[in-house]
């Protein structure tokens, strides 16, 4: 088996709370820094990014798991994360379809702009895309499961936007494939918490909104190679595959 460095949490400038500084180059310019040879394309509730980053990892022998972190309507945040561009475009359908028309204030939470690869400006996103969506975590978790896609409660540990903070427990119905912490969080803080979820792989991400965070916390993938099927493979940890933290 290979290992492999990962960071599955990064935020862009498209993300409100994003730094201007976090375009798509220098996220892979930081990621290469670092060491990691795959990072997670999360932005809020959109996933406008995704495709763009892919591109521009490939010649640098970055694998990049594109997807969004969704915030569902009990404002629990959520990585979802899809192997191609098909699923990809369907899900930011579903996206948009779901988020309320609240307009984003950029004095008060910041610009939300698409940027192309020379990092011009063609595109900003009207509504705020920290909303939480009309959908509950029930209802996204079985949409990104029906797109063939990767689910996993976010930093479970926070006092806020975490499953434990907005519910107190994870649904028994919820199927989850896997469960993120924050970097500095103790395992055994959260085991109280997991339930019948014990047996889920726990990972720890950079949650990077600054491009100096990207890889200041990371997991551990020991897999065949960097595909979406060994990385599901991982966090189930069969057939010798697994995520460590």
């Known amino acids: 088996m290979n290992k492999y460095r990962a960071d599955l949490h990064i935020h ?17 310019k ?23 980053i892919s591109k521009l990892a490939q010649p640098a022998g970055i694998f990049v798991l594109m997807g969004a972190e969704v915030t569902t309507r009990e404002e629990v945040h959520c990585l979802t994360f899809f192997e191609n561009d098909d699923q990809l475009a369907e899900f930011q359908v579903y996206l948009e379809e779901h988020l ?18 020379d990092e011009q400006i063609i595109d900003e996103i009207e509504y705020l895309l920290i909303s939480a969506l009309d959908q509950s975590i029930e209802q996204v978790e ?55 979820q014990s047996e889920r792989t ?15 916390a990371f997991t551990t993938f020991e897999m065949e190679h960097r595909t979406f099927q060994e990385v599901i493979l991982a966090l189930y940890g069969t057939l010798g595959r697994k995520a460590t933290i």
Do not use: W
């Not at 862009?12 to 892979?28: F, K, R, Y």
């Not at 726990?202 to 200041?216: F, L, P, Q, T, W």
């Open 12 to 28: 862009t400038v498209l993300s409100p709370c994003g730094d201007l500084e976090m375009s798509p180059a220098n996220i892979i």
């Open 30 to 52: 930081k990621a290469l820094e670092k060491g990691l040879d795959i990072i997670g394309i999360t932005d809020h509730n959109t996933t406008r990014h995704c495709k763009l």
């Open 100 to 117: 309320p028309p609240i307009a984003n204030n950029t004095e008060k939470f910041g610009y939300q702009v698409v940027v192309d690869e």
């Open 142 to 196: 079985q949409k990104v499961h029906s797109l063939g896609g990767i689910f996993i409660p976010a930093h479970i540990d926070r006092p806020s936007y975490s499953i434990i903070s907005q519910l107190g427990f994870f649904p028994t119905n919820l199927i989850i494939d896997g469960i993120e912490i924050s970097a500095n969080c103790k395992i055994q803080s959260v085991v109280p918490y997991l339930g019948k």
């Open 202 to 216: 726990i990972i720890r991400n950079s949650d990077a909104h600054y491009v100096e965070n990207i890889g200041k």
